[in-house]
T-cell receptor, first 112, second 112 residues
Framework: DAGITQSPRYKITETGRQVTLMCHQTWSHSYMFWYRQDLGHGLRLIYYSAAADITDKGEVPDGYVVSRSKTENFPLTLESATRSQTSVYFC???????????FGPGTRLTVL | GDSVTQMEGPVTLSEEAFLTINCTYTATGYPSLFWYVQYPGEGLQLLLKATKADDKGSNKGFEATYRKETTSFHLEKGSVQVSDSAVYFCALLMDSSYKLIFGSGTRLLVRP
């Protein structure tokens, strides 16, 4: 299907485990983003990427790692999950740098 | 730094009532402004946008005008429907950056 997809949609894990959230887009957009959504904070940028093999930190990058070996994929890894990383994670993409972003459906992650 | 402030919710209205959700911003330059909507269990969707002062964005009966003098981008709709119940996010994007900055979101509940 065309668009931007995220997997899994729901994930429960334990403190200390590694978790990878997947994001895939079919538009060949250059720009991709990871946000987390927490009550009272709106959406906060974790990492972003301007192209394959180019990534940079956002507002709240600690505890997260990203990679972008292919334009269409932008996985987010929590190397050692903590309870404070319980959140809803959204991936987004954009074809141009200064324009609207298109969001995936989100992944709800619970860290026990 | 650049920031967006939205009125706190929830905003509860009866069907066909007039809606205003306030949004003000702080920015060092001239941002583009956006309203995104998030329906329950879904990702964010772009509702409308404005890229320069005095522009009016409109979509699905919603409107917002970019007011540079008051640094505001208030969302309005003349007659809300139950299906408009959602969380609404105001966001800005600076010319010099491709990172969206979001407000904390305002939940709208429309009762029949």
């Amino acid at each position: 299907d065309a668009g931007i997809t995220q997997s899994p949609r729901y994930k429960i894990t334990e403190t200390g485990r590694q978790v990878t959230l997947m994001c895939h887009q079919t538009w060949s957009h250059s720009y991709m983003f990871w946000y987390r959504q927490d009550l009272g904070h709106g959406l906060r940028l974790i990492y972003y990427s301007a192209a394959a093999d180019i990534t940079d930190k956002g507002e709240v990058p600690d505890g997260y790692v990203v990679s972008r070996s292919k334009t269409e994929n932008f996985p987010l890894t929590l190397e050692s999950a903590t309870r404070s990383q319980t959140s809803v994670y959204f991936c987004a993409s954009s074809g141009t740098p200064y324009n609207e972003q298109f969001f995936g459906p989100g992944t709800r992650l619970t860290v026990l | 730094g650049d920031s967006v402030t939205q009125m706190e919710g929830p905003v509860t209205l009866s069907e066909e009532a007039f809606l205003t959700i306030n949004c003000t911003y702080t920015a060092t330059g001239y941002p583009s402004l956006f309203w995104y909507v998030q329906y329950p269990g879904e990702g964010l969707q772009l509702l409308l946008k404005a890229t320069k002062a005095d522009d009016k964005g409109s979509n699905k009966g919603f409107e917002a005008t970019y007011r540079k003098e008051t640094t505001s981008f208030h969302l309005e709709k003349g007659s809300v429907q139950v299906s408009d119940s959602a969380v609404y996010f105001c966001a800005l994007l600076m010319d010099s950056s491709y990172k969206l900055i979001f407000g904390s979101g305002t939940r709208l509940l429309v009762r029949p």
